[in-house]
T-cell receptor
Framework: AQKITQTQPGMFVQEKEAVTLDCTYD???????LFWYKQPSSGEMIFLIY??????QNATEGRYSLNFQKARKSANLVISASQLGDSAMYFC????????????FGAGTTVTVRA | EAGVAQSPRYKIIEKRQSVAFWCNPI?????LYWYQQILGQGPKLLIQ????????DSQLPKDRFSAERLKGVDSTLKIQPAKLEDSAVYLC??????????????FGPGTRLTVT
């Protein structure tokens, strides 16, 4: 079974608007972490934001926020005030357990910001 | 702090040839990962090292892929012989030892392999 599901292959957003990228996950481990990475066309993976399974508050990092709904097993990324430089592929990933940092990635969502 | 280094950045080979990729993790990072990212997909873990020991190589095609981590620092990933379906970006990542609290993985720039 897929551990991470990203159902939106591609999205378009107008500059300065907000966009929400969907991510659902599947795990039976009570301790897990959810990550979002950005991959521009240059290919490097850039860490954006992290949410731990025991964190009470939704994570925020600048224009990025994570809408964590534990009961629904979803961890959607919200990018506010989109910029042209936000055009990239975005991946949701999960690590399971406290003693293992390896990641399972979703298929990704391509975001294109329009001027 | 220097990031994860990888070389080469690009490689084109013919099928049945061999190829090797090199990775130098961030200093002090005990855990090193190799991922394969096929075009249009998310990265897939091939192998995970803790120091110079293998933690997980369950998705490494061992009939053609091999990896080692000398002295718990640099690592090489080898493919021999290459197949057309090995065309992908090979990403190396590193992180501090597991169990030390939260830490994201730091990724290198990747090696783009084209097998013709």
């Amino acid at each position: 079974a897929q551990k991470i599901t990203q159902t939106q292959p591609g999205m378009f957003v107008q500059e300065k608007e907000a966009v929400t990228l969907d991510c659902t996950y599947d795990t039976s481990d009570p301790s897990y972490g959810l990550f979002w990475y950005k991959q521009p066309s240059s290919g490097e993976m850039i860490f954006l934001i992290y949410q731990g399974s025991y964190d009470q508050q939704n994570a925020t990092e600048g224009r990025y926020s994570l809408n964590f709904q534990k009961a629904r097993k979803s961890a959607n990324l919200v990018i506010s005030a989109s910029q042209l430089g936000d055009s990239a592929m975005y991946f949701c990933a999960m690590r399971e357990g406290y003693n293992d940092y390896k990641l399972s990635f979703g298929a990704g969502t391509t975001v294109t910001v329009r001027a | 702090e220097a990031g994860v280094a990888q070389s080469p950045r690009y490689k084109i080979i013919e099928k049945r040839q061999s190829v090797a990729f090199w990775c130098n993790p961030i200093s002090g990072h005990a855990t090193l990962y190799w991922y394969q990212q096929i075009l249009g997909q998310g990265p897939k873990l091939l192998i995970q090292f803790q120091n110079n020991g293998v933690v997980d190589d369950s998705q490494l095609p061992k009939d053609r892929f091999s990896a080692e981590r000398l002295k718990g620092v640099d690592s090489t990933l080898k493919i021999q012989p290459a197949k057309l379906e090995d065309s992908a970006v090979y990403l190396c990542a590193s992180s501090p030892p597991a169990g030390t609290g939260f830490s994201e993985q730091y990724f290198g720039p990747g090696t783009r392999l084209t097998v013709t």
